[in-house]
């Protein structure tokens, strides 16, 4: 455990308590104030009558409550006092606490382990599951993208303004998975339990830099062509043009193609006639495509890091040639 508590206590990774307080106490606040408002929502959505007359919050309504309220000075006294005791809490924090400066970088010498800030570990450990380009490029700026065009995939007019489960399911158990499991757990896991050579170590477990672990990584195409029909994988002859290269990559990666054709051209469109039919229905083709794509996007990785850590599975399509895996 001793080795567990100086990655906890190192001055790079202080604000990681910080961190999980702060988000298991707003997760908790969030849901609770969620809870309250949908028992009032189903009280009111039985009682028409009541609903009529009955105010919207979860408190008891008070007659002293003013109905308009002035910015100034209400609202900029509270927003001023917490300033004030941010900068209070930054300025106890950098007397206390070292920052964690090292000397100027050296070419000859790469430490091990090589860690990014603790606010990108979640993109490093990602590396383990994806290609570098897709992991480093492509996920970050669909997770910006997608986040931009939720006021645009947005068709619910409940909800908002007001914590509710009940009006928005869907949106809610997305966005806490997305965020509590594949960002927070990511970095979680990259701070306290990958050490040298980017092993994974135990909370009791040494973080020896000389541990070895037999890795057998493995492409999906070796699974099929090798493993399942004992033959080895085609090879592009010498010499050969584009497009014979083109349809010998094609039938080299044809599970791979067939796996992903199916994950991200059939699953939509399935889901779209079944479970997300009324999705489809109110957001329409172009709305529900991009919602579908950056969705399967987002559940691709933990279902990367399942058959890394169950077959070793590296990657599903692997075009070195081009400079492609997946």
């Given amino acids: 455990m001793e080795h567990f508590w100086l990655q906890f ?7 990681l308590p910080i961190l999980i307080v702060m988000v298991v106490f707003f997760t908790w606040l969030s849901f609770r104030q969620a809870f309250r408002n949908d028992r009032i929502i189903k009280r009111l959505e039985a009682n028409p009558a009541l609903a009529a007359k009955h105010h919207r919050k979860w408190e008891p309504y008070h007659k002293s409550w003013a109905k308009r309220l002035h910015v100034w000075p209400y609202l900029l006294r509270i927003e001023l ?13 950098s007397i206390f606490l070292n920052a964690p400066l090292e000397e100027p970088a050296n070419p000859a010498f790469t430490p ?11 993109l490093q450990e990602m590396l383990v599951f994806f290609d570098p380009a897709i992991a480093g490029v492509i996920l970050p700026a669909l997770i910006i993208v997608g986040l931009m ?13 007001y914590y509710t489960i009940r009006q928005r399911r869907f949106a809610y158990l997305v966005f806490q998975f997305g965020f509590l499991q594949l960002w927070i757990l990511l970095i979680l896991i990259g701070t306290f339990f990958r050490g040298p050579n980017w092993n994974f170590f135990g909370p009791y477990e040494p973080q020896d830099p000389h541990k070895v672990l037999a890795l057998n990584n ?12 004992d033959r080895g994988l085609p090879q592009t002859p010498s010499g050969a043009g584009v497009f014979r290269e083109l349809a010998s ?5 044809i599970a791979g193609l067939v796996v992903l054709g199916a994950y991200f051209v059939v699953l939509p469109f399935v889901l779209g006639r079944t479970l997300l039919r009324d999705f489809r229905r109110r957001m329409g083709v172009g709305r529900y495509v991009v919602m579908s794509l950056l969705l399967l996007m987002m559940f691709m990785l933990p279902i990367k890091m399942i058959l890394r850590w ?7 399509l692997s075009i070195p040639e081009y400079f492609l895996n997946f």
């Fill in 310 to 316: 169950t077959l070793n599975l590296s990657y599903i």
């Fill in 9 to 15: 206590s190192k001055p790079d990774n202080v604000p």
């Fill in 81 to 93: 006092v917490g300033c004030l005791a941010l900068f209070t809490f930054l300025l106890i924090w």
């Fill in 249 to 253: 990559i094609a039938r080299r990666e």
């Fill in 112 to 122: 091990n382990p090589s860690k990014a800030p603790w606010y990108f570990l979640g």
């Fill in 218 to 229: 493995i492409k999906l195409s070796e699974y099929f062509w090798v493993i399942c029909l």
């Fill in 149 to 161: 065009a939720i006021p645009y995939l947005d068709f619910n007019p409940q909800g908002s303004g």
